[in-house]
Each structure stands twice: as structure tokens, then as C-alpha cells.
């Protein structure tokens, strides 16, 4: 017989903050359960049978649609069901997406007039995702006592892990209820296990704005400039997030008594002995993590992260499967590209408005055919940062930043090929610049529904003879890396300021879309 917690029935909402606080009761009573069976079991002790928790769940059943009518300025790209029915979905860590839960929520009851229901889910939790953020009890295991976990407790299943749902492809059993959310439970609590691997940082640090880069040289100028923000009493960002999360707090800041995030729920820096100095919290690790993460935090969790990926489209569809999970408002692509026109010049900017997709990543999840819409406001944000930070407006803008299509390929020694295919079929689409990345964190954003831009700099131009050499390279990055950040910076400031409901585009929806956003 499994080991459950005391089961709390499902009950009936229409106040969102309630049916929140509900959730937060049967996830903490589900967690705390798995907690101490596993301390129990790594004590020694027997277990009194198959150890089992689930996620919570909410629900809403409805014979209407959307109540807002199509004429109405203020209605939403989200926050609604496409038809009647019965819709679910399973929730996770409602400490961390408490904000974002209570707006769905709210969203939900005001679109349709009817309860939400709040219970508890047939899905076990994996003991894995039960742990604390530092808790490793299972490493004092013998190695016997390790395989026996699998007969005591809930491992990771990843059938229930897929992206159908995003991807389109799910279709419900019969009597099965619609989906609510793009993710499932698992399928969360896996993305915030790989963020801490990949990133060295907790996600609780994550902001809803991302910068996205392949060369080291603009994680540099951010540290830089992170450390600058905190140094300035009067900064509207409140900490500074390095890996292993080390944590940089501003100077006079009141991070004691500070929320840092409405979507954040990490553990506020203390305050050094000097108030007008910043203060520092945690210890660097040996070694940087695959794809490092840094944050330049605001107390409403409307500040900017930016990561490392490194060289090529694996890392980027990699680190954009998790980091969706979060719901970001916007993520875009600052790197290096190739430049394919003979008019351009080193240190030019491009401005994607189009992507070729050689990469191949994620042909199986998002077909070829399936075309990847420019976003207004993101090019818009990205084209006004770009002529702010400059001084530059009509002409003179033009002869520094080309919009078009942006080709990115799998192979990063394309223009070796003897049959010369690849150029022949860049040139048939028009392309200005070729890169590793772009396109894959372009397509991801599509699927994924995440807001998405890109903005590179020509650094070599490898069909015109001029291929990248140590001094031209560094002549280059120091003219040209800390105005492209800025320029990255400025344009999710101006996303920022114009609000998200204007930000998420219904160019993302599909006919029957979920309606957490």
C-alpha cells in the first residue's frame, strides 16, 4: 500500500488569492511528506510501504468563452480558455511562481465568472524534485541502499515530461480534461533542476527580461556593469547575481525588508557594516558552469539576466527548454555573426527580422514549414535602443544596421564544403548574416510562446576574404561589444516600460491555446 499524506479534497474557489494559499498548503504537505520519509530512509528506518506525494492541481470548467469582446483595448493574449470544457493542469513550487499563479488566477475568474477548483493531482512528485535547494542526503547512500530507492519512492518519469503541449501534438484521452499550462509539473521541476546545473545559479534569481550571448567578452562588460549598478545608492536594481550564487547587494539598499521579485522568492542579502557600500553574500565556484547565468535584479523581478551559452545550437535550444519554464516576458540574442554582404563592415549590427533554420535542433519539434514571425514591439525596442545608444537617426542608422534575414546553420565550418550548397542556398534567402544560434532561440521562443528578438555584429566576413584575426578581433571587441550591450540593455528597458500586456503577442497563440500565458 504507497505512504501518503493526509489527503485534502478538492475544494472550490472565487477568490484567487485562497485558491493560491490552497495550493501552497497541498504542495507543502506533499513536499514535507517526501522530506522526512526520506530521512527516514537514509537513516535506515523501514518504510511502512511505497512512499507517494502528488501535485497539486487547479481546474476550471466552463460553458462560455473569453468574456471580453474582440473591440475590447484592454483584453489579453492570454489568461483564458479557447472553448468550453474542462481544463487542468498540475502545479509546482507555488513559492516561487506565487505572483505569476495568483495573475492566472485572477485572470481566469474574471474571463469566465466561474470557481476554480484546487486539489490534489494523480501525479506523484519525483523524490529528486523534493529536495531543498542544498539538500544532497541521498549522496551518503551505499550504493545498494541507492537501487532500493526506486522500489521506496517516486523517481523522475519522463512520460510526463514531454512538450506535446507546447509543441501542438497533445490530444486529451477521452474524459481526459484540456490542458491549462504549456508545462506540467514534472516537467517544471526538471527545468529548475538543469537551470541550477547549467547556469550555477538558483532560478529563484532569474529575471523576466534575458539577454542571450556566445562570447565571454559581454558576460565581462555585465559583471562590469553589475558591479557598477550596485555601487550607485540611487540604482534601480537591488542586487547583482553572479554563479553559485553569489549575491552583490546595492548600496544603501534595504534587501532586509525588500522583496526581491513579485515572481522571486530567494533569500535577501544582509546588509555589511557600511551602508553606503555594497555588500556581498556567497562563495564563487571552482569552476564556472556550463552556461553561467548572471542577474541584475529589480525588487519587482523586471530585471535582466543574461547568459553565456557558448558556441552553437544545442546549447541554445538547451538552455531555452528551461529557462521557458519560467514564463520570461522577452529573451534576446546579442552575438557575433558572419557577415554575407560585400557592403557591410566590421561592427555593423543586424537586425533579424527573418531566420533560415539549418540548425536542426528542433525539426522534430517545430517543422520547417512553420514560418518564425517578426515581433513588432521587440524589433521596434531593438531598432529605438540601437539609434539611442548610438546618436545615430535615418541614414546615418542605415549605414550601421542592416534588418533582414538571419541564417543560422549547425556547422560551423560551412564555407569549407567543396559544392559551395551552403552559400548558394544563403543567397537564395536573402541572408545578411549567418550565425550558430539565433534562429534556435528565435524558434523557441515561437514554440515556447516567450517574446523573442535578435540584434548581432558582423565580426568576420568569411565570402569577402576577410576572416577573423587576433588583432582585428581585439580592435573589434573593444570598439564594439559595450555599445552592443547597452544597446541589448536599453531595448529590454524600453520593453519594460511599455508593460507586458502589450508585450506578449497574439502572433504566438494557436487555435487552442492554454491559458496560462
Known sequence: MPHLPPFIAPTRFSDPAAALAQVQLIYANSINHLRLAMQRFVAGTELPGHVRACYPFVRVQTDTVNRHTHADAACLSYGFVA???????????????????????TLLLENHGVELEVGTSNQPIPVHFSFAENDHVEGSLSPERRQLMRDVFDLPDLAAMDDGIANGTHVPRPGEPQPLSLFTAPRVDYSLQRLRHYTGTAPEHFQN???????????????ALGHAQMAQAASEYVAFVEPGNVVTSRANSKLGSEKLGSDSNFAPAELGSDPNFPSRTG??????????????????????????????PANAKTITDHIAVLRPHAWIMLGHCAGLRSTQQLGDFVLAHGYVREDHVLDEELPLWVPLPALAEIQVALASAVSQVTQLKGSELKSIMRTGTVASTDNRNWELLPDNGPQRRFSQSRAVALDMESATIAANGFRFRVPYGTLLCVSDKPLHGEIKLPGMANHFYRERVDQHLRIGIRALELLRAQGVAQLHSRKLRSFAEVAFQ
Open 83 to 105: 472553448s468550453a470544457g474542462r481544463f487542468e493542469t498540475t502545479l509546482t513550487r507555488p513559492d516561487l511562481f506565487a505572483h505569476y499563479l495568483l495573475e492566472q488566477f
Open 209 to 223: 527580461f534575458v539577454l542571450f550571448t556566445n562570447y565571454q567578452f559581454y558576460i565581462d562588460e555585465f559583471i
Open 283 to 312: 562563495t564563487p565556484p571552482p569552476r564556472l558552469p556550463q552556461m553561467p547565468a548572471y542577474h541584475l535584479v529589480r525588487a519587482d523581478g523586471s530585471g535582466i539576466s543574461m547568459v553565456n551559452i557558448g558556441v552553437g
